[in-house]
Structure formats: structure tokens, C-alpha cells
């Protein structure tokens, strides 16, 4: 695999990350939808998950409007 491919790998897996839904997305969010409050744990991982790939890919995108102009 070369740097090129692994690159488009791992863009890729970003892109399915940011693109999942999660409860949080909505407008209310209550810890007991899922049926536990025990859950709250593991929503709160999955959105970090969620949250974090939206936050590098928007990273990026601005990174690469602004590179051209710095030349």
C-alpha cells in the first residue's frame, strides 16, 4: 500500500466517522433513551469519537484553503 493509498484510507474512515449520527445530534438528549443511564458512558465515548473526526476533517479542509495563500 503505498503513502498515497493509506492517506485515502484513513480520509475515508475520518469521512464514515464524522458522517455517523449520534443521539447528541438532535435537539434533546436524555441518558435513559437507550434504555440505561448506565449508556451515558458509552454515548459519550462514541460522540467524542464522532465529534473529533468533524473537528480534524474541518481542520483539514480549512488547512487547505489557507496553505495556497501562504506561498
Given at each position: 500500500?503505498?503513502?498515497?493509498?493509506?492517506?485515502?484510507?484513513?480520509?475515508?474512515?475520518?469521512?464514515?466517522?464524522?458522517?455517523?449520527?449520534?443521539?447528541?445530534?438532535?435537539?434533546?438528549?436524555?441518558?435513559?433513551?437507550?434504555?440505561?443511564?448506565?449508556?451515558a458512558?458509552?454515548?459519550?465515548?462514541d460522540?467524542?469519537?464522532?465529534?473529533?473526526?468533524?473537528?480534524?476533517?474541518?481542520?483539514?479542509?480549512?488547512?487547505?484553503?489557507?496553505?495556497?495563500?501562504?506561498?
Amino acid at each position: 500500500m503505498t503513502d498515497t493509498e493509506k492517506l485515502q484510507f484513513l480520509l475515508s474512515k475520518l469521512q464514515e466517522t464524522a458522517d455517523r449520527k449520534h443521539c447528541e445530534d438532535g435537539d434533546y438528549y436524555s441518558p435513559s433513551d437507550n434504555g440505561s443511564y448506565d449508556d451515558a458512558f458509552d454515548d459519550g465515548a462514541d460522540y467524542g469519537e464522532v465529534e473529533f473526526a468533524r473537528s480534524l476533517l474541518q481542520q483539514l479542509n480549512l488547512q487547505t484553503q489557507i496553505a495556497p495563500h501562504l506561498k
